[in-house]
């Protein structure tokens, strides 16, 4: 599970995809030198070592 302070590590980071334009809309820019992106089914914001500094857990239900 992902955490404060955990390093995303570089055979782990191909992993990482850049959140909607939509969704960086509804939460503001990332401070410079910060990014976010969906990994491992939450959005994370990380500095330029990949160190995870928040996260959002996404839980999504698809049903009628």
Known sequence: P???GYV???RYRSYCRPIPVVL???LGPP?????YYLFNGDVVLVDDGYRVQDFIH????IGL
């Open 31 to 35: 401070p410079p030198g910060y990014r």
């Open 8 to 10: 995303i590590a570089p």
């Open 24 to 26: 960086v809309r509804e």
């Open 2 to 4: 992902i955490a404060y």
């Open 58 to 61: 996404l839980d999504i239900n």
